[in-house]
């Protein structure tokens, strides 16, 4: 398998336009997370969705900020419109369900490249 | 609220010498925890983790880490370091309760630099 990919690697854009993260988690993996990393903060979780649906978006920044999964093979995060504070690596991460099911924890969660976003 | 530590920003090994990093965690319940490495540009590969059991977890690379519940710590360990260890390394606890389950909170990181 290919890993998960995410697109575009690098992104610069000017405040105020609108931005478009992608991301193809891993053939079979049925969760799928967006984090940021920054220096101040460090990796924080922004979404995550559970078979194509949003179950904690409790870490989105602001209202700015939207994510979506219309199938298992793909998912958007967009910043609209953006900000130069938004100036992060945008990482998108996959898993499977935890073994045994249930809501007991996660299993190993398998990293894209990221996204370098710059925001001028 | 659940938090993890990692006191160490950055830190500098000899190759081949031994490496101990620190972990700290805050956390109610039995913890899931996790240890992932970053390498410059990419994205985080996971070393190991930790979910019960033996508290003496073996991880890829060569890596082990101790879970140590009085002490609520899981350090990561290497006996020998090698040159292409230099990276950084995050430490992580799932807040596992219902619907909060997959929401790793990570530790700052440490930055690992390898002398020859």
């Known amino acids: 398998d290919a890993g998960v990919i995410q697109s575009p690697r690098h992104e610069v854009t000017e405040m105020g336009q609108e931005v478009t993260l992608r991301c193809k988690p891993i053939?079979?993996?049925?969760?799928l997370f967006w984090y940021r990393q920054t220096m101040m903060r460090g990796l924080e979780l922004l979404i995550y969705?559970?078979?194509?649906?949003?179950?904690?978006d409790s870490g989105m920044p602001e209202d700015r900020f939207s994510a979506k999964m219309p199938n298992a093979s793909f998912s958007t995060l967009k910043i609209q419109p953006s900000e130069p504070r938004d100036s992060a690596v945008y990482f998108c991460?996959?898993?499977?369900?935890?073994?045994?099911?249930?809501?007991?924890?996660?299993?190993?969660?398998?990293f894209g490249p990221g996204t370098r976003l710059t925001v001028l | 609220a659940q938090s993890v530590t990692q006191p160490d920003i950055h830190i500098t090994v000899s190759e081949g010498a031994s490496l101990e990093l620190r972990c700290n965690y805050s956390?109610?319940?039995?913890?899931?925890l996790f240890w992932y490495v970053q390498s410059p540009g990419q994205g985080l590969q996971l070393l190991l983790k930790?979910?019960?059991?033996?508290?003496l977890v073996q991880g890829i690379k060569g890596f082990e880490a101790e879970f140590k519940r009085s002490q609520s710590s899981f350090n990561l360990r290497k006996p020998s370091v090698h040159w292409s260890d230099a990276a950084e390394y995050f430490c992580?606890?799932?807040?596992?309760?219902?619907?909060?389950?997959?929401?790793?909170?990570f530790g700052k990181g440490t930055k690992l630099s390898v002398k020859p």
């Open positions: 991460a996959s898993s499977f369900p935890p073994e045994g099911g249930g809501t007991s924890h996660t299993d190993t969660q398998y």
């Open positions: 053939s079979g993996h049925d969760y």
């Open positions: 969705f559970n078979n194509n649906v949003p179950i904690d």
């Open positions: 956390y109610g319940a039995t913890p899931y």
């Open positions: 930790y979910f019960s059991g033996d508290t």
């Open positions: 992580a606890v799932e807040a596992g309760y219902g619907g909060s389950q997959g929401n790793l909170i």
